[in-house]
């Protein structure tokens, strides 16, 4: 009877190690003498593509013959155990039909290294992970799925060694740990630094897979981990809660949100700003009690217990509120946390000297942004004229020392200028944007739920820095603007898909033209296109 071998797809990414993985596979068979054969399908490098690694071995005794016949590429559900670096490529394979539900194992990190497509998109352009978990579940015998980088880092190694203790702690090769850890030390005597992280990767590894093994809700804690990492927990901790005598006002599904906004903008703030953000929140979950009570008074019981709408406006109104200017720069770059972060990320020891330097280009805009309005005006429109004469913006290019004493005071004390915020001219220009926001949310909310749900998603809109933010919220006015002046509206088209589409298109481009053809195409007057100034050059001599 002629027998199966054991096929292996390996799936890496560039510079993970997938052809060192794949050598001490092929060496722990020849050190338990098993018949084993490796082929490599070559791809280009990090997150453009992958490189693939095929292998076939005989499990058990081979009958009659001493020396079988492999394959030499991977055969669409035929495949016995998928392993993969990263959740994204794992579901590229199983999409290619790589994965069998009633054969595959699969053994998966969870972790994520965004494709170019992903990182472009000017929203959250992320294939959610929830998907690619489904889609492991579906197409899979058995699967375990592990964060291989987190415990990459934590060994002081590449993930293919954690790929190689997850292989061998599954089972399904007749190999014993010793082999595998001999494979890995090779024919030297004495261990070199590599070689004990690579060991110790393996060994973190086997003792993730052997714990999964225990634990059938594995999928349930993997994906909690990942909604909720432990710096936003702490983050939530520590801070100011909101008095259960305020909360008993909101519904309970929106308390959550809201205690992520109030404990976000005290930190940025203090607790007068998040009260205001608290009072804020009150008037649309007021408009949506109303809303919902008007449906059930209409015998319309669809989402009655929605609150969708405060839910969605708590969240981007408090991400608006907490926007980016210098003071909070200067705040984010002097956090423990950081300097923690950037020693393990360097593996910087105890006793080691780490210099870190922080370039800043701040422009007249966000100088003035942090001024009172006569002043600011006038440097604006200083600001200007030097445009308008043929001058570049001006910038202060800054080179910082943030290890040093005099860089920390310097930071340290623009991160004390918070209360310098509120006579700023950019809080009153924020502050305007988000009451003319919320005031068009509540007229929406009055004539349709759909609607209002649609003006408050809007706020995802308003992000970046600088030019980028000047943009957002000329996107967001010239929205808002068109659902009055919109004239020529398709029969088939309600008043809430506009803005729902409308909203999309302005995610698609920075330049906005993909927003300004489709409001202009249903009757929306055109934007008036900005000055520009000409600049001559002089002829270059010869």
Known sequence: MTQKPFTILICALGGEGGGVLTDWLVNTARISNTPIQATSIPGVAQRTGATTYYLELM???????????????????????????????????????????????????????????????????????????????????????????????????????????????????????????????????????????????????????????????????????????????????????????????????????????????????????????????????????????????????????????????ARWTALWMAFDDIVRVAQLKIKQKRFDQIRKDTKAQSGDILKVYDHFKP?????????????????????????????QPLELKLKVDTSSITGTLALRFLSHLKWLRRYGRRYKLELQGIDSWLECILQSTQTDKALGLEVAACGRLIKGYGSTNERAHENLSYILKSLSDIKVQPSNLQKFEIVRQARLNALKDESGKPLDLFLKGLGAPARLPKEQPIRWMRRPIG
């Not at 965004?114 to 690619?132: F, H, V, W």
């Not at 089972?171 to 110790?200: D, T």
């Not at 805009?365 to 006569?374: D, K, M, T, V």
Request: proline share 4%; glycine share 6%; hydrophobic share 35%.
């Open 59 to 313: 499990t058990s005794t081979i009958n009659g013959a001493n020396h079988p016949v492999f394959g030499l590429s991977p055969l669409p559900g035929q495949i016995d155990l998928l392993i993969s670096s990263e959740l994204l490529e794992t579901g590229r394979q199983i999409s290619n039909g790589m994965s069998s539900p009633t054969q595959t194992c699969v053994i998966s990190s969870s972790n994520r290294t965004l494709t170019t497509q992903e990182r472009m998109g000017l929203a959250d352009s992320r294939i959610p992970d929830q998907e690619l978990i489904e889609l492991i579940q579906q197409f899979s015998r058995t699967h375990h799925l592990l964060d291989m980088a987190q415990l990459a880092k934590e060994s002081g190694t590449i993930i293919s060694s954690v790929m190689l203790g997850c292989i061998a702690a599954c089972g399904l090769l007749p190999f014993k740990k010793e082999h595998y850890e001999k494979a890995i030390q090779g024919a030297s005597r004495e261990l070199s630094a590599s070689q004990k992280a690579s060991l110790e990767g393996f060994r973190r590894g086997w003792d993730a897979i052997e714990q999964h093994k225990n634990n059938t809700k594995f999928v349930e804690s993997v994906l909690h981990s990942i909604e909720t990492t432990p710096d936003q927990q702490s983050s939530v901790l520590g801070s100011e809660q909101i008095s259960d005598e305020v909360l008993k006002k909101f519904p309970a599904q929106v308390h959550e949100i809201l205690k992520l906004g109030y404990a976000r903008l005290v930190e940025y703030q203090n607790q007068a700003y998040a009260n205001m953000y608290l009072e804020k929140m009150l008037t649309v979950c007021k408009a949506e009690e109303k809303a919902n009570q008007l449906q059930i008074d209409s015998s319309n019981t669809e989402a009655q217990d929605s609150w969708a709408i405060t839910n969605e406006t």
């Open 363 to 391: 422009g007249i805009p966000e100088i003035a942004g942090l001024l009172p309005h006569p002043i600011a005006d006038k440097l604006l429109r200083w600001e200007q004229l030097r445009i308008r004469s043929g001058h």
